[in-house]
């Protein structure tokens, strides 16, 4: 604990003495990675410090609140911040060195300078709030809003097992801040769904199967299903990763979904399997406790098979 407080001294110190800075979010950003982008930007930029968020340009237009009152400007980066990504490959392409990495990801596998990884934080938006607090830095709205939704998202709405105590007080604080409006981020985040959010989830769920005594069920997202329902990738409702673990008896759920060059697959395990070390088996793979991914690069259908062979060995 009080390695990790040094580590959070020695970054507000840094922060404080720097100037053009750029933010690295991962690829397919989420808004934890967003939120969190941000709300160190506004906080920053409230210092009189240049700052630039890089970040991946296709995302679900229900992030684009986050970017409020932000303007992408042009300069060179002296300082490059990593948030929420957890392995190079995830960083964006030519991206620089990463001077300081800030994550909540069990497996970070990022090489920084001065390294911040705390998986007992829900988001890595907690993990931003404390370093903007310990900044002395006053949470306006736009903070507020962008960690909130890194939080709650992150969370799934405050029921997830990463759910913490301090996710909620922190949340609590947020709420507090004038202004912020939490109603429109739970409503757009989990209370809303398109037409076509729901026909892809008519399809999503006609595509479940089960394997071994129901322990294990996967589902699907193909490239035709998308292209029929004119959906991008980004477009993808994140809460269906975890709509298959919900179900009785089940232990892990394997989402596979398709792009160009390989099958994604999501894992989410129940308190008894751990999804970072299932999702490890294969390359690239990790996550945290209760969800999990990797990359595969086959067919679809091979890929199901491996994951209803590898798991075979493992619920018994
Ligand atoms: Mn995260």
Same mark, same amino acid.
């Given at each position: 604990?009080?390695?990790?407080?040094?580590?959070?001294?020695?970054?507000?110190?840094?922060?404080?003495?720097?100037?053009?800075?750029?933010?690295?979010?991962?690829?397919?950003?989420?808004?934890?990675?967003?939120?969190?982008?941000?709300?160190?930007?506004?906080?920053?930029?409230?210092?009189?410090?240049?700052?630039?968020?890089?970040?991946?340009?296709?995302?679900?237009?229900?992030?684009?609140?986050?970017?409020?009152?932000?303007?992408?400007?042009?300069?060179?980066?002296?300082?490059?911040?990593?948030?929420?990504?957890?392995?190079?490959?995830?960083?964006?392409?030519?991206?620089?060195?990463?001077?300081?990495?800030?994550?909540?990801?069990?497996?970070?596998?990022?090489?920084?300078?001065?390294?911040?990884?705390?998986?007992?934080?829900?988001?890595?938006?907690?993990?931003?709030?404390?370093?903007?607090?310990?900044?002395?830095?006053?949470?306006?709205?736009?903070?507020?809003?962008?960690?909130?939704?890194?939080?709650?998202?992150?969370?799934?709405?405050?029921?997830?097992?990463?759910?913490?105590?301090?996710?909620?007080?922190?949340?609590?604080?947020?709420?507090?801040?004038?202004?912020?409006?939490?109603?429109?981020?739970?409503?757009?985040?989990?209370?809303?769904?398109?037409?076509?959010?729901?026909?892809?989830?008519?399809?999503?769920?006609?595509?479940?199967?089960?394997?071994?005594?129901?322990?294990?069920?996967?589902?699907?997202?193909?490239?035709?299903?998308?292209?029929?329902?004119?959906?991008?990738?980004?477009?993808?409702?994140?809460?269906?990763?975890?709509?298959?673990?919900?179900?009785?008896?089940?232990?892990?759920?394997?989402?596979? $979904?398709?792009?160009?060059?390989?099958? #994604?697959? +999501?894992?989410?395990?129940?308190? =008894?399997?751990?999804? !970072?070390?299932? %999702? @490890?088996?294969?390359?690239?793979?990790?996550?945290?406790? $209760?969800?999990?991914?990797?990359?595969? #690069?086959? +067919?679809?259908?091979?890929?199901? =098979?491996?994951?209803? !062979?590898?798991? %075979? @060995?493992?619920?018994?």
């Amino acid at each position: 604990m009080n390695e990790t407080l040094n580590v959070e001294k020695k970054i507000v110190e840094r922060l404080k003495i720097s100037d053009n800075i750029h933010i690295i979010t991962h690829k397919s950003p989420d808004p934890d990675t967003l939120g969190s982008a941000l709300a160190l930007y506004h906080a920053l930029h409230s210092l009189g410090k240049q700052v630039k968020i890089i970040h991946d340009i296709n995302f679900s237009s229900k992030y684009e609140f986050l970017f409020k009152d932000y303007s992408d400007p042009n300069f060179e980066g002296k300082l490059f911040v990593s948030v929420d990504v957890a392995t190079p490959d995830l960083l964006p392409a030519n991206s620089p060195e990463v001077d300081i990495c800030i994550d909540h990801h069990i497996n970070n596998k990022i090489e920084a300078e001065l390294k911040l990884v705390r998986p007992e934080a829900s988001a890595t938006g907690e993990i931003i709030y404390d370093l903007i607090t310990m900044l002395g830095i006053n949470i306006n709205k736009n903070i507020a809003n962008c960690l909130y939704a890194a939080i709650a998202t992150d969370t799934g709405c405050f029921r997830q097992a990463n759910t913490t105590a301090n996710s909620h007080t922190i949340a609590s604080k947020l709420m507090n801040i004038p202004g912020m409006d939490y109603l429109m981020i739970t409503r757009k985040f989990f209370g809303f769904e398109s037409l076509k959010d729901f026909k892809l989830k008519k399809l999503f769920f006609a595509n479940a199967e089960f394997f071994h005594n129901k322990k294990l069920v996967t589902s699907t997202i193909t490239g035709e299903m998308l292209k029929k329902l004119e959906l991008g990738s980004e477009q993808i409702d994140n809460g269906l990763y975890s709509e298959l673990i919900k179900i009785e008896g089940v232990c892990v759920s394997a989402v596979l $979904r398709e792009t160009d060059d390989f099958v #994604k697959v +999501s894992f989410r395990t129940n308190e =008894q399997y751990n999804a !970072n070390e299932i %999702a @490890g088996i294969w390359n690239n793979g990790g996550g945290h406790k $209760r969800a999990g991914g990797c990359i595969m #690069k086959c +067919s679809i259908e091979d890929a199901k =098979q491996s994951i209803v !062979n590898v798991l %075979a @060995g493992i619920l018994l």
